[in-house]
């Protein structure tokens, strides 16, 4: 079962724009967690909020949380040809562990040169 | 993907056959899983392990079972290959149980024939 979903699907931006994915879940959560996988690569995890967090930082990326709403989204500033790749949320469930880390079907972001 | 190595990287099987997927950290870390990637399923978690010797099902377990002798290996086996389970095999580990993000191998890419 997917918890997240990400959208959209698929974004296409030209390089230093900025990017802006989205993740709705269903049920509360003890944290989100945004991954970014390469082609043919393994997950890469980004940045990690909890459910008291509203926004986070971490370089060119910041995440915002709203659990009135049950959703998260990931901004991605000045793009680079090599931001390119596919980004996933995840939830870990309010009363559950990390066993039940809840993988969306992610959104594919391609930043043209 | 530094600190945790998969292998075999590609494997071609034949249906029926038993599959035994390695997964080996030099992280520490004490818990460790195994996902498979699949097209429109996103990632699901097939086993887990808390621990040496400790271990249970995921959301995809059947046709699956896994053994921890070791902190650093975690092994996945097939019992008998099934055209169902062509897919790719990520093993991730965590410091702990709901508070870390995921350290991910590189995957391994089955297919069954």
């Known amino acids: 079962s997917q918890q997240g979903e990400e959208d959209p699907q698929a974004l296409s931006i030209q390089e230093g724009e900025n990017a802006t994915m989205n993740c709705s879940y269903k049920?509360?959560?003890?944290?989100l967690q945004w991954y970014r996988q390469n082609s043919g690569r393994g997950l890469v995890h980004l940045i990690l909020?909890?459910?008291?967090?509203r926004e986070k930082h971490s370089g060119r990326l910041r995440v915002t949380l709203d659990t009135s709403k049950k959703s998260s989204s990931l901004l991605i500033t000045a793009s680079r040809a090599a931001d390119t790749a596919s980004y996933f949320c995840?939830?870990?469930?309010?009363?559950?562990?990390?066993?039940?880390?809840?993988f969306g079907s992610g959104t594919q972001l391609t930043v043209l040169p | 993907d530094a600190g945790i190595t998969q292998s075999p990287r590609h494997k071609v099987t034949e249906t029926g056959t038993p599959v035994t997927l390695r997964c080996h950290q030099t992280?520490?870390?004490?818990?460790m899983y195994w996902y498979r990637q699949d097209p429109g399923h996103g990632l699901r978690l097939i086993h887990y392990?808390?621990?040496?010797?400790?271990?249970d099902k995921g959301e995809v377990s059947d046709g699956y079972s896994v053994s921890r002798s070791k902190t650093e290996d975690f092994l996945l086996t097939l019992e008998s290959a099934t055209s169902s389970q062509t897919s790719v095999y990520f093993c991730?580990?965590?410091?702990?149980?709901?508070?870390?993000?995921?350290?991910f191998g590189s995957g391994t890419r089955l297919t069954v024939v």
């Open positions: 991730a580990t965590s410091t702990s149980d709901r508070e870390d993000g995921y350290t």
């Open positions: 049920t509360s959560i003890n944290n």
């Open positions: 909020i909890r459910s008291n967090e």
């Open positions: 995840a939830t870990v469930p309010l009363w559950g562990s990390a066993r039940q880390l809840t």
């Open positions: 992280e520490n870390h004490r818990y």
């Open positions: 392990s808390y621990g040496v010797k400790d271990t």
